[in-house]
Structures are given as C-alpha cells and as structure tokens.
C-alpha cells in the first residue's frame, strides 16, 4: 500500500553522505576504555569488540526477498549490499558504573563512517533481539555509529511468554519510567562526548519503535541542551501528544492505520504540535510492520519507511 506521498517524499536522501572516522576511545587491558574527562561524563567499558555480520546471521540473508542493507556510499563509490555490510564493526558496552551502569550495543561503519551517532530505542523484546539488532545494523551499514541501550536492565519482554494484559501490565510497572529514562539521558551524554564534543559530528538522531518510539518523545521533549538534531518514530506506544509543543528537533513519525497501539490520532496530534515533524501512515499496516514485517506487502512498506528515514537522517543530520 502507498504512504503518505508528501510526507515519505519529503525524507527521501537527495544523496549519501562522504567518509570520515569517529575518534576511537584509548584500549586499557583490551577489554575497556576510558578518555580523561569531566567526572559528570558516563564511564565506558568495552566488553567486547568484533566484526559484526548481520548479527550472527550469513551475510546473504534476506527478509521476503530484500536485502538486509541498501546501497552505501564509501569514498565516493556506490558499493553492493553485501559488500557494504561487511563495513559494520560491533562492540558490547557498559556505559556508567555499578547500579547506574547501562549495558548497549554499538555497531560502526567502518569505511563509509559519516562520524554521526544515532540512538536507537528498542520495542519491548529488547536490545538483544535479532529484528532489532538487524535494523540497527542496516542504519550502521548507511555510514552511522549506533547506541542500542539495554533500556530494560536485562529483563525484555520475553518473545516466548504467552502474551496476557495482566502480566504485562505487571512486568511494565516493573519498568520504572524515572530509571528509564536516567538510562536514555545517560545514553546521550555519552554520545555527545563521543561524537558531538569531540568534534566529531555537528549532531546526532535518534530512532525509536514502539515502547521506544513512546520513550522518544519523551527523550525529546527534554532534550533543553538541544543534544538531538533529528528524530524517528516508529508507531511509538504510550504517547503524550502534549509533549509535542516541547518538541524542537523535527520527527518523522511513521506509523499504520491498523495499529491499535499506536492511534493515527496521537501520530498527527504530535505532527502538528511538533515544530517541523512529519507523519507518514501507511494504510493497511498494523504494529511492527517496519522492523518485523510479517507479509510481503509488510516488507514493501518496511522498505520504503526504511529509505524515508534513510532520507530524512540525511537531509537533517547530513546535508
């Protein structure tokens, strides 16, 4: 089914961006580093570091068909899907210490690196699961260094639990939303020293689905230092509408008619409440149909919300 012409046209890429490398932090035991630096900067330990490849599955894979990565620009040249995702490196990370501490994942582009950070906000299945990981890893594949946080503390939602409102609502409140969004703000401090302070990037994005997309806007309304340049927003749940008038950086929010959770009322509330947003609905998709297409018509809108926010990244982070 088609999307919101105007909307998705208006994110398209005009065209990628060139290379450059993000300053790397300094190696200590080959197992973390850390900068000298104000002590209100997030401690960072790297538990591991590895090339990274489609998340532990053959590079070749596809989902209905398409690839797992689009095109990406290195030095210049167009290069082949495959060949650009073998341009993505991984790292676990822990970002603070003791109780505070906050485990993520970090995926950089190697050769294309354009030296933005993006932070990307999980469903509720987590920062560890494969629908996730894959979809960060095509954003990297595209020349970004994206921070997956650990938003639940090592207790997603469990994709084997038979779903039940009651205990949901239980392991939701277990979710505090003070500590949740400490771990987001901690998320982003980081990302400023490490691509934004340094001089790295001139700005980050921010990308969030569902339980994420909802914590997004919240991170957003917040955002008073302006730390964030650009936001996306897929089908984000538990969304204050309200916090729309706080919003400055422009939000693309991407959602289906189908989707109970996400009301296509709250999206165009926020669309026009938020300074520069736009929404993108696409008509027959319900929940998830962007990161965890379910049909072939799923996949065809995935692709397409995929490259609006290809383009609306570059266009407000890039160009």
Known sequence: MAPA???????????????????????????????AAPSARPTTTLVSSKPFCAVGHPLTRRRQGRPLCSQAEVAGTTVDDDEACELVSGSDLVIGEGDDSVSAYLLKAVKNNNGTGILLLSDVFGFEDSATRDFAYRVACNGYNVLVP????????KQSTPFDDDLFARWLAGQAPARVSSDIDACTRWLV??????GVSRKLGVVGFCYGGGRLVEALARDAEGCFSAGVCFYGSRMDASLGDRIAAPVLFVCGDGDPLCPVETV?????RARGA????????????????QSVEDDADAEDAFNAMRGWLHDHLLA
């Open 5 to 35: 012409a105007a909307a998705v046209a208006a994110a398209r890429p005009s065209s990628l961006p060139r290379a450059s490398s993000p300053r790397r932090g300094r190696l200590v035991r080959a197992c973390s580093f850390r900068r």
């Open 150 to 157: 650990d938003l639940f503390r090592g207790n997603p939602w």
């Open 193 to 198: 020293d490490e691509f934004k302070a340094a």
């Open 268 to 272: 165009r509330e926020l669309g026009r």
């Open 278 to 293: 736009r929404a993108a609905v696409y008509a027959g998709r319900g929940h998830g149909f962007a990161h965890r297409p």
